[in-house]
């Protein structure tokens, strides 16, 4: 058996970004190398992980790159300034990138005993792609922890894709919530976001259906506005008691805002519009973990995609309770 030191490739110390300025501190001063044995792993600090897999994505048919994306989040991230919306201190450790090695179901198990460790030392987990098949090690790490003692917690998927089609042919990152919602059934919430008509079946929209996911397509948002979802019963019934899960694939976004992952379009998401849909929920609720897929800079355009991505990040490090 693998230690967890041989699991996880420790990021490298130029990523953790320093002006050597105190009037001008950066993230990358924040942030700290970690192990999950670290004694100083204090309840609701943030921890960093990142898959640079994209076999999945390769399995699903898409476009490649996606394995490149955690050292890029990274850089653009760590050189961020701390929110001027806050004054809070935001606790980083930085647990690196899951080792490549094994087969892609290995890697799943060896990402799922990882999100484990970490949400049961109560941590807020930031996960970046990597393919989103590793949406299901980082949600079922989290459904471990907090769907129990009749807890009933949400999980939250952007997406222009259900990604639930079945495992017939092996994982791919098409299969993540298919798995999810046939292993836990309806012990927890799901809510997809932003469902683009040509990129699924109807087939797979119906299992989704069948199995109590919630679905709001493209073109309700875009007649109502993103913000009109959180007068929805299950938005609305949302408690800070309530454990919640963000699993945000990049191509839910538009080409515009996020043309580098493996399968843009024109039509989509607008990043403003997650973020303030995003702001609103981490007031009323207790999210815990936020995974960031699909993002590949080998097809980025001036490293917007994984700009992106970082702000994402950032926001959530900031605007969560």
């Excluded at 994306?69 to 201190?89: C, D, G, N, W």
């Excluded at 995609?305 to 605007?319: D, G, N, V």
């Amino acid at each position: 058996m693998m230690s967890e030191k041989t699991l996880l490739t420790p990021t490298l110390p130029q990523y953790f970004f320093s002006k050597n300025d105190p009037e001008d501190p950066r993230l990358g001063e924040y942030a700290k190398p970690a192990q999950l044995e670290s004694n100083d792993l204090s309840k609701n600090s943030f921890a960093v992980i990142g898959y640079p897999d994209d076999e999945g994505i390769r399995l699903g048919g898409g476009r490649t790159g996606a394995s490149e994306a955690p050292k890029m989040i990274r850089q653009f991230l760590y050189k961020m300034t701390p929110s001027l919306k806050s004054v809070k201190t935001v606790p980083i450790f930085d647990f690196g990138d899951l080792h490549h090695h094994g087969d892609l179901a290995k890697r799943h198990q060896d990402a799922l005993d990882i999100a484990i460790k970490l949400h049961a030392r109560e941590l807020r987990v930031i996960s970046f792609g990597g393919g989103h098949d590793y949406g299901y090690s980082d949600v079922a790490g989290f459904l471990k922890k907090y769907a129990q003692n009749g807890k009933k917690p949400l999980v939250i998927n952007f997406d222009a894709h259900l990604d639930v089609r079945p495992t017939t042919n092996g994982f791919s990152s098409g299969t993540p919530f298919f798995r999810l919602l046939t292993e836990f059934g309806s012990s927890f919430q799901f809510v997809e976001i932003g469902l683009q008509p040509q990129c699924n079946s109807r087939k797979h929209l119906e299992w989704a259906q069948n199995h109590g996911a919630e679905l709001f397509d493209l073109a309700t948002i875009e007649q109502d506005g993103l913000l009109s979802l959180l007068q929805n019963d299950t938005f609305k019934n949302l408690t800070l008691e309530t454990p919640v899960f963000v699993s945000f694939d990049i191509d839910a976004l538009s080409a515009t805002d996020a043309g580098g992952c493996s399968q843009a379009w024109v039509t989509g998401l607008k990043t403003v519009d997650c973020l303030n849909f995003l702001a609103a929920l981490y007031k009323r609720s207790n999210v815990r973990g936020l995974g960031i897929y699909e993002v590949s800079p080998p097809l980025d355009r001036d490293n917007q995609t994984s700009k992106t991505a970082a702000l994402l990040a950032h926001h959530f490090l900031f605007e969560t309770k």
